[in-house]
């Protein structure tokens, strides 16, 4: 029931009882006139219910905030359409729901619309989100309303959950290229696009003769074409990726722990994208305490980096630190990493006691300023 429907009830209660007391012509033209419009406006609303479409879409998946300590503005786009060349909509309310799963901020909106006859609106729905994480939204019921507002139809109902992924800004770094290249003596469909190696199967560039090349390595059909001997350069082998562990077992309640939670997202990302830029692969490994299973991902490319934080927003986290290195170690067991890194943004005491850290397994601290790293 709206306001507009109380309105009209009070003012159909005083017309009656003008009529009843007052039975002149006057009167009777009212009262008849009170019976006749909500009669219109329900005709109206049962016209225009076959008239407009609407439609929910997310012409923007990813949303990057400004800063850490900034919100976003998740945005999910409704389109409505009315069909009706004379018939404007003047009142249109959509009831939005949404939820961040990772860091547990949820709430609800209603959006008012209005679409002029004959026309199309996209009408953009702003979400504000304080934390990283995948924002599911849906847009549970878009309902019209008469031009008094009497009367109210529903025009669609639970449209398909849009999800916004919103993740902090990159932050500039430098890890050492070279460092985590991963060179190997073994056979590899990977080479390095910055150092040349003496795998003969892939040439890594074409130069010049020098005085010490070995003759092997000339290019002869090039060298009769230039009319210089010009020489082949192999390349350097590289194993299949740099293994990553993220450290889910984030301290704190709270603001404090979704702080600390976005400043673990943001390394995630900046490193990731430093090492996609420098054609490093990296798999990421997490543990997922509602399923009770370490999860893996391979990110070469941008698309495959976005799909791992959907994934990995889903995840239910661990607040034990034990329980989450003696999962690492479960899996890790049988397992060769040449070169892998531990991402974290809390002191675990017991981390160097576990076994988990050795040699090869680097342990980057995120917070603050220790996401830069010098080569």
Not at 25 to 37: K, P
């Amino acid at each position: 029931m709206t306001i507009g429907t109380l309105l009209f009830a009070l003012l159909f209660l005083l017309g009656l009882f003008v009529f009843i007391f007052y039975l002149e012509f006057g009167t009777v033209a009212i009262m008849g006139l009170l019976v006749l419009i909500p009669v219109f406006m329900l005709i109206f609303l049962i016209f225009m219910r076959t008239r407009v479409l609407v439609a929910v879409d997310s012409k923007n998946p990813l949303e990057e905030k400004d800063s850490l300590d900034n919100p976003a503005r998740a945005a999910i786009t409704l389109s409505v359409e009315n069909r009706s060349r004379l018939l404007p909509i003047t009142k249109g309310i959509a009831r939005v729901r949404y939820e961040n799963y990772f860091s547990g901020e949820k709430g609800k909106l209603k959006i008012r619309f209005s679409v002029d006859a004959g026309k199309k609106r996209d009408r953009r729905i702003p979400v504000v989100i304080n934390h990283c994480g995948n924002v599911a939204i849906q847009v549970e019921k878009v309902r019209i309303y008469d031009y008094l507002s009497i009367f109210a139809w529903t025009i669609g109902k639970n449209f398909e959950t849009q999800n916004v992924l919103v993740l902090p800004p990159i932050k500039e770094m430098y890890l050492g290229r070279d460092r985590w290249y991963n060179e190997t003596s073994e056979d590899s469909d990977r080479f390095s696009l910055y150092k040349k190696g003496d795998d003969p199967s892939e040439i890594f560039n074409i130069r010049e003769f020098v005085d010490g090349d070995k003759i092997q390595r000339i290019h002869w059909k090039l060298s009769s074409k230039t009319g210089s001997l010009m020489v082949k350069e192999g390349s350097l082998p590289l194993t299949k990726a740099v293994h990553i562990f993220i450290d889910l077992c984030v301290p704190g309640k709270g603001p404090e722990k979704c702080e600390k939670a976005d400043r673990l997202v943001q390394g995630i990302y900046s490193i990731s994208m430093f090492m996609i830029e420098h054609g490093i692969p990296q798999k990421y490994i997490w543990y997922d305490k509602k399923n009770e299973i370490i999860e893996e991902r391979l990110v070469e490319h941008e698309e495959e980096l976005f799909w791992m934080f959907q994934d990995l927003f889903k995840c239910r986290t661990t607040t034990e630190a034990s329980q989450l290195a003696e999962a690492y170690l479960t899996w890790e067991e049988g397992r060769t990493l040449e070169a892998a890194l531990y991402l974290t943004v809390a002191d675990h005491d017991d981390l160097e006691n576990s076994g988990l850290v050795r040699n090869r397994l680097e342990v980057m601290d995120l917070r603050g300023e220790g996401l830069e790293d010098e080569e």
